[in-house]
């Protein structure tokens, strides 16, 4: 089993900033991309960022140059700052990671349990 605990959500002030962090443990052979997706209240769940083993990083529009993603291969940990939040920022924010759990396995999606991010305007 895998497991993604996300920790560092909570409430800010609009153009304040917060800073996400998620780390996978358990039985871990490999983990390929890591992300965070976010889901607002009556909206679909939506990609923020993602970042491949590689260092290779990808954003949703709404977020380039406020949120920066990065990751410690070394802890299976993947980060993100939050700058210049907006009220559109709220949401739930979810930790997302491509993971083998053998050399034999496949490529499996795992979640976290998400953390609320609250924005005040």
């Known amino acids: 089993q895998v497991q993604l605990v996300e920790s560092g959500g909570g409430l800010a002030q609009a153009g304040g900033s917060l800073r996400l962090s998620c780390a996978a443990s358990g039985r871990i052979f490999s983990i390929n991309a890591m992300g965070w997706y976010r889901q607002a209240p009556g909206k679909q769940r939506e990609l923020v960022a993602t970042i491949t083993s590689g260092g290779i990083t990808s954003y949703a529009d709404s977020v380039k140059g406020r949120f920066t993603i990065s990751r410690d291969n070394a802890k299976n940990t993947v980060y993100l700052p939050m700058n210049s939040l907006k009220a559109d920022d709220t949401a739930v924010y979810y930790c997302?990671?491509?993971?083998?759990?053998?050399?034999?396995?496949?490529?499996?999606?795992?979640w976290g349990q998400g953390t609320q991010v609250t924005v005040s305007s």
């Open positions: 997302h990671a491509d993971v083998k759990t053998t050399g034999f396995d496949r490529w499996r999606d795992y």
